[in-house]
């Protein structure tokens, strides 16, 4: 479902839930129709920075220095926001009355491996030759 049609669907109990990161449901009214949030939380914002390997290869080796020190910065100051933001959209939350729902340390791991198991699905179906390789790259 489209995140611009998620309220109605809530509105109109066509769904009961939703995953979301901990930011930005109160950019979409969302906090309207929540009464609850799982926990643990699963899945983050990813800023990316891409480039065509075209592009990439162009570039002397010095300007690829350059930028990978750039994103490794840009990195850390949005993994840096983003925990901040979290915490604080959780605090807004839990004002607003929504209520967390904490699974068992085995529920957590289960349900955290399963999150994973989905997120590299999609990407597979997406890409099954590159999502394999980008998976091999990236998984423990």
Same mark, same amino acid.
């Given at each position: 479902? $489209?995140?611009? *049609?998620?309220?109605?669907?809530?509105?109109? /109990?066509?769904? =009961? /839930?939703? /995953? &979301?990161? $901990? +930011?930005? +449901?109160? =950019?979409? /009214? &969302? %906090?309207?129709?929540? !009464?609850?949030?799982l926990e643990p939380g699963f899945y983050t914002l990813e800023l990316g920075i891409q480039f065509s390997a075209r592009r990439w290869d162009s570039l002397t080796p010095e300007q690829r220095d350059f930028l990978q020190k750039q994103v490794a910065w840009l990195e850390k100051m @949005?993994?840096? $926001? @983003?925990?901040? =933001?979290?915490? $604080? =959209? +959780? !605090?807004? %939350? @839990? *004002?607003?009355? +929504? %209520?967390p729902i904490r699974l068992s340390d085995a529920d957590s791991a289960a349900f955290l491996a399963k999150s994973q198991e989905a997120g590299w699905a999609m990407v597979l179906s997406a890409s099954p030759r590159h999502g394999a390789k980008l998976r091999q790259m990236m998984a423990p």
């Open positions: 479902m $489209a995140p611009g *049609e998620v309220y109605t669907g809530l509105e109109r /109990g066509v769904v =009961d /839930g939703y /995953g &979301w990161p $901990a +930011i930005g +449901i109160f =950019d979409l /009214g &969302w %906090q309207e129709r929540t !009464k609850y949030r @949005s993994l840096d $926001a @983003s925990l901040r =933001d979290a915490a $604080a =959209d +959780i !605090k807004r %939350q @839990s *004002e607003a009355g +929504i %209520q």
